[in-house]
């Protein structure tokens, strides 16, 4: 089978913002020598066979600032000179210089999308620990070179998932997506995380009438304004039920997923250097790489993406006989478990995670291939965290006491 037509990777694993809402907080509990695993150009060689025949690529994965990476420019003016794939990158932008705004217009650089969850100078420093006037001066003059170059590219989009401690942000993100000339607000609800803001209640499935009149309020702002919003038309909060009732019956039969035949990403291993997990959607990691043991060969790549547990995978995703982490994915109740009970969800998927590797390793052989380790349960088990996070409560950033 060819190789996949999308694929993303983490060329950093670290970041240098500590928003409250990120999972890097428990990433750095779990973690705390967390590995750097700055890519170079090097490595970019070494992933060519697979990178070269992508459609498309994107940049980031995990807690990580794609952009601290210095040879970030390098490897886009040598794909997209070489290759001309498709290529965007997430980040927060404060490290965006001119001579990367500079290489990123010139290459044809396609999409930007900007961590931007809050507009006002104290609440971006509150919210995302940054310095928001910063960001703006990157973008204002990334917008300027392409207006004097005459260039459509990069496409710039805001990224802002409203909450309660950002709901009087809206009015200032909207303003400055204005004045920048962003191209839309990709508007999403937050919902909480294992982070700085867990306990706290900040998600307005808590109280969902206000959420959806500041949604309201943002839609109607947003058409006044004529900057344009995604998803168009509101998507509003729904009341959680109290308890939910776990079926893992209870899936959606006719929801098809293609993504193990398009996908594969890499995102960062925190606790060994020079290395990726790979998997080919956000539900689970399949290998862990390392890159620079690995002969990552085109013979080995193709190996890899025709690995016996991606043909499993392949094979029962849409299938009567589903694999059961593709039945955990299209449980009909999985949103609302994680929103209600994060640790019983967390729980569920990682015993769901095992179950897959156990079903394969008992229906399957596979060869050994030299660099690449095939996963037997969830990459970061919620186990260690509860176990950290419960012990103490006086040096624990994320008790209840101190939140
Ligand atoms: S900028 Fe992104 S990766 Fe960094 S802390 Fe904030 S949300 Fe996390
Ligand atoms: S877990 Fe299965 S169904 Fe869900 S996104 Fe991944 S491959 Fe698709």
Redesign the pocket.
């Known amino acids: 089978m060819n190789l996949p037509v999308r694929v993303r990777i983490a060329p950093i694993s670290t970041c240098n913002y500590r928003c409250l809402f990120c999972e890097i907080h428990k990433d750095i509990l779990l973690y705390p020598n967390r590995s750097n695993n700055v890519f170079n150009m090097d490595d970019l060689r070494r992933y060519e066979p697979i990178l070269s025949a992508a459609y498309s690529l994107s940049f980031y994965g995990g807690s990580e600032e794609p952009l601290l990476n210095k040879y970030f420019g390098e490897f886009v003016a040598y794909l997209k000179r070489k290759y001309t794939p498709r290529m965007m990158v997430n980040t927060n932008a404060s490290v965006l210089t001119e001579n990367l705004s500079d290489i990123l217009v010139e290459n044809g650089f396609d999409h930007i999308l900007v961590s931007y969850h809050a507009g006002t100078k104290d609440g971006y420093k509150y919210l995302m620990t940054g310095d928001v006037e910063k960001v703006d001066r990157n973008l204002a003059y990334l917008f300027n070179q392409k207006k004097l170059k005459r260039k459509t590219k990069p496409k710039v989009d805001f990224n802002f998932a409203l909450q309660k401690l950002n709901a009087d942000e809206y009015l200032e993100v909207i303003n400055k997506a204005k004045k920048l000339g962003i191209n839309r607000i990709i508007l999403t609800r937050y919902y909480g995380g294992r982070n700085k803001l867990r306990d706290k209640q900040v998600s307005f499935e808590y109280d969902v009438e206000q959420g959806n009149r500041i949604l309201d309020e943002i839609y109607q702002t947003a058409k006044q304004s004529r900057v344009n919003l995604s998803p168009r038309k509101s998507n509003y909060w729904k009341t959680l039920p109290d308890s939910v009732q776990w079926d893992e019956e209870n899936y959606d039969k006719h929801?098809l997923?293609?993504?193990?035949w398009l996908s594969l990403h890499f995102n960062p291993v925190l606790n060994d250097k020079d290395c990726h997990y790979v998997g080919?959607?956000?539900?689970?990691e399949l290998f862990k790489i390392n890159y620079r043991i690995a002969n990552l060969s085109k013979d080995m790549f193709n190996k890899l993406w025709n690995h016996p547990i991606l043909q499993y995978?392949r094979e029962t995703?849409n299938s009567e006989n589903i694999?059961p982490?593709?039945k955990?994915?299209?449980n009909r109740s999985l949103a609302t478990l994680r929103n209600i009970d994060e640790k019983r969800y967390a729980q569920i998927r990682d015993n769901t995670v095992e179950k897959l590797f156990h079903e394969f390793h008992t229906r399957y052989n596979s060869e050994p291939i030299e660099g690449i380790e095939i996963l037997k349960g969830h990459h970061c088990p919620d186990e260690r965290y509860i176990e950290l996070t419960s012990n103490s409560h006086s040096n624990n950033p994320y008790s209840r006491s101190n939140t």
């Not at 997923?257 to 193990?260: A, Q």
């Not at 080919?280 to 689970?284: E, K, Q, T």
Request: hydrophobic share 40%; with cysteine.
């Open positions: 929801k997923c293609f993504e193990p080919v959607c956000n539900r689970i995978i995703v694999n982490i593709c955990f994915c299209k």
